[in-house]
Every structure is written in structure tokens, then in C-alpha cells.
């Protein structure tokens, strides 16, 4: 597609690598291969694999480049090393005007600093996030960072992010508050009519039954934390028999190792793979509460007014927790149960988080970033 186009067109090498940055380039791509000026040129390193290929999948997107360089047992630097040496070839190849790169994974911090190497204009989306905590999230926090000291354009969701931007000395001329390209995705995704495959929650509406909806993955929860958590399901599964307990379970073996084994023997627990992103914005707006450490879902569940309780001790998206439908709450198993069972238990606490936000914004932040991307580009 994108490599037969003029030479004349600038060209915007796209690159991601895992879920979340795939769910949130997708509509920048969609804008940029409707757009009649630049041209895309999709790049994925494939950190992750199954779930990379769920997402483009689900939004027809197919890569000119694909790395494949997932690994079972792979490391930061195992994975850094190998961006940044895969990611300069195709940019020798290439030759693109500008990269764009999206979030705080490795593969972002990877991508950034080979182009940036080679004086590549690096476009990075979700700029400014910052948790004030370089070990949590690990290693994200730092790769943001370091990403914000050699990007040329800062793509901002919210005037916090920012404001975070300006505190580390980037000139307020190269930011742009765009809003989260995570809302285009999800108006997309909510508006594309979609089954809910796993029977037990189709049939939990109409036997009234509650459901709370669980992710987890995150490095730093990797360990006693995550056996803390599956603790913390058990308890509430026997507590609360009637209660329908999601998990859709990430692909990182680490993560089922600490929670399948308690959780597997009981009846209202159903765990499943990993859901492709129709149907789980579905499976969100059919939840009741979402217990999570993952970053994309405290942006997408206040949207569809779901409250959140996040399995952490900071966060780097404080809007949804100013506006009361994101609480913090660590990963302690006492401290899940006591927070779950508030919220079903009392209606008033359940009313007062269940409040529909949109903080990160209008869903028509991937225009924006192609705009700004046609004015940085347009002398070239
Ligand atoms: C990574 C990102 C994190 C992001 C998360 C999203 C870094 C440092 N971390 O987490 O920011 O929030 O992805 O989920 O970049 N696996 C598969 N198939 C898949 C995906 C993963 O089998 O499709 C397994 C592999 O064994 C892999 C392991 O999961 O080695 C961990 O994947 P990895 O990308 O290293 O996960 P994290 O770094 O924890
Ligand atoms: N997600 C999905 N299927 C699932 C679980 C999550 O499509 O089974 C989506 C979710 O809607 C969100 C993103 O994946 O947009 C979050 O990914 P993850 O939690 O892995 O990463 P993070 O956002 O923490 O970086």
C-alpha cells in the first residue's frame, strides 16, 4: 500500500509493537492513509504477537514491516537492543520524513532513539504522562521520558500531560494538546455492532447478575502482588456467589502462573484469552466494575461510566481520579476485597463513581495529529 506512493508525499513511518500502542495508532493510521498528502508507512516490531495481530486484525490494518521479534522470556534490553537495530535498517531502507510513535513501551523508547539518531523528526503520541515515580510504572515511566527529551512534537492527551511537559523543559511551541486517540478508538469500537462471545456474561443481564471485569499485566505487579490479586478474586468469587468475575488473561505466563491456579476451580471465575477490542469495549460497557493495572482501560471504562479501581499505587492519568471514577488501591488483598465490595454493597458509593468522564477526549484526536503532522512536514 503506503511504499508504492509518490515519492513526492512525505512519509510518516508508523511504529508499534504491543496492544495498547496498536488500539491507539490505529485511527492516526486510518487518518493518515485517507489523508492526500503524506503517506503511511506501518511498522511493527511485534513485542507482542498474538495480541498485536488481534488488534490490526480487528481494524484491517496490515504492515509493510513486521519484525516479528517477540520472544518467550524476552528481556528490556533483549527487546531494546533489538529495536533499535531492526528499526535503523528499515529506516535506511525507508528513508521516512518522520516517525511516530506512540505510549511508553520499549519498543517506543527503541523506535525513538534510533530515528532520533538519525535526525529523523520523532512525533511522539501521548506525550507528557508522568506517574513522578521513575519505578512505577516500570519500566514506562522512563521510557516516556526519555522519549520527551529527543521528540521533535509532543502530542499531549490533556493539559496535565502538558503542563508535565513544560516542568521538563520542552519548549511549549513543539506541544500539542490533541486529546487520547484511546477515545477514537473506543467510539469505534462501542459503534461497531459486536457478539459477546462468552455466554456466561450474554446470560449474566438477564439473571441480574453483577459483573466485575479484571486485567492485570503490569511488571512492577509481576509476583506477590499478582498472587495477592488472585487472592483477592477468590475471596470475592466465595464471598459473593451470585457476582460474575471476568478475567481475560494476558498472554505474559507470569501473570497466569500467579493467579490461574486459585481461581480455576470455581464456577463464577470464567477465565478467558485475550478478547479482540470490539468485543471487549463491549465487555466494558457490560461490566460493572473493572478492577485493572492496565493504563488504556483507566482511560476507556470512565468514558463508558464504569468505575475503576486501579491495582496501583500511583497513576499517570490523574483526570479520571479528579473526576471520582478512577480510584488507586494498590494491590493489598484485603484492599481489594474491602473496595469491590463497597461498591457492591453500597448504592450510593456505586452512583458516586459511576459517572461517565471524558477526559481524554472527543475521539477526533487522530485528525488533529495528522494536521499537525501536515504542517511539520509540509516544506519537505
Ligand atoms: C508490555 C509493555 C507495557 C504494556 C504491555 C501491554 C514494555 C516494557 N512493557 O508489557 O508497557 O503495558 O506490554 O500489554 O514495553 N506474550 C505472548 N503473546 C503476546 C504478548 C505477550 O505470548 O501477544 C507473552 C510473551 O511470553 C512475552 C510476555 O508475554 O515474552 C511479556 O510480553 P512483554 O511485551 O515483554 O510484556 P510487558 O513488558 O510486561
Ligand atoms: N484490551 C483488549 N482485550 C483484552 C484486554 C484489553 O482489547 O482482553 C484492550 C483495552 O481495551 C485497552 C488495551 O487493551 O485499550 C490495554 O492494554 P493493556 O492493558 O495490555 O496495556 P496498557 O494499556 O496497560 O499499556
Do not use: C
Request: net charge negative; glycine share 6%.
Amino acid at each position: 500500500m503506503s511504499t508504492s506512493a509518490s515519492p513526492q508525499r512525505p512519509k510518516v513511518m508508523v511504529v508499534y509493537g504491543t496492544r495498547p500502542e496498536a488500539i491507539k495508532v490505529a485511527p492516526v493510521i486510518k487518518a493518515l492513509e485517507a489523508d492526500e498528502t503524506l503517506t503511511p508507512l506501518v511498522v511493527v516490531t511485534a513485542q507482542h504477537r498474538e495480541m498485536l495481530d488481534q488488534v490490526n486484525e480487528v481494524f484491517d490494518i496490515v504492515p509493510d514491516v513486521d519484525l516479528n521479534l517477540m520472544a518467550h522470556g524476552q528481556t528490556l534490553n533483549g527487546i531494546a537492543g533489538s529495536v533499535i537495530t531492526m528499526i535503523d535498517a528499515v529506516l535506511e531502507e525507508h528513508q521516512p520524513d518522520a516517525v511516530l510513535v506512540q505510549g511508553d513501551t520499549t519498543t517506543v523508547m527503541g523506535a525513538a532513539i534510533a530515528a532520533f539518531n538519525r535526525e529523523i523528526p520523532v512525533v511522539h503520541l501521548e506525550a507528557g504522562l508522568r506517574s513522578g515515580d521513575i519505578n512505577s510504572p516500570f519500566p514506562e515511566e522512563a521510557n516516556r521520558k526519555i522519549v520527551s527529551q529527543i521528540a521533535r512534537i509532543h502530542l499531549a492527551p490533556t493539559m496535565v500531560s502538558r503542563q508535565n511537559l513544560l516542568a521538563d523543559g520542552v519548549p511549549d511551541e513543539n506541544i500539542h494538546v490533541i486529546g487520547n486517540t484511546v477515545i477514537d478508538a473506543l467510539h469505534w469500537a462501542v459503534e461497531r455492532p459486536t457478539e459477546i462471545t462468552v455466554p456466561e456474561i450474554s446470560a449474566s443481564h438477564s439473571e441480574g447478575r453483577s459483573v466485575l471485569l479484571v486485567t492485570t499485566h503490569r511488571r512492577e505487579n509481576l509476583g506477590e502482588n499478582m498472587v495477592n490479586i488472585g487472592r483477592a478474586m477468590r475471596q470475592l468469587a466465595t464471598s459473593y456467589p451470585e457476582l460474575l468475575i471476568v478475567w481475560p488473561a494476558h498472554k505474559n505466563p507470569k501473570v497466569r502462573a500467579s493467579i490461574a491456579p486459585q481461581i480455576e476451580d470455581l464456577d463464577n471465575v470464567v477465565s478467558i484469552e485475550p478478547v479482540e477490542y470490539g468485543e471487549f469495549s463491549h465487555l466494558i460497557a457490560r461490566s460493572d466494575i473493572v478492577l485493572t493495572d492496565s493504563g488504556g482501560i483507566q482511560e476507556e471504562a470512565p468514558s463508558l461510566g464504569k468505575p475503576v479501581l486501579v491495582l496501583r499505587e500511583n497513576t499517570e492519568r490523574p483526570e479520571a481520579v479528579d473526576a471520582g471514577t478512577v480510584k488507586l488501591i494498590g494491590t493489598a488483598s484485603d484492599k481489594i476485597i474491602s473496595e469491590v465490595s463497597r461498591l457492591l454493597d453500597d448504592k450510593k458509593a456505586y452512583r458516586d463513581m459511576a459517572n461517565a468522564v471524558n477526559p481524554y477526549g472527543d475521539g477526533h484526536s487522530a485528525g488533529r495529529s495528522v494536521d499537525i503532522l501536515n504542517d511539520l512536514l509540509s516544506d519537505s
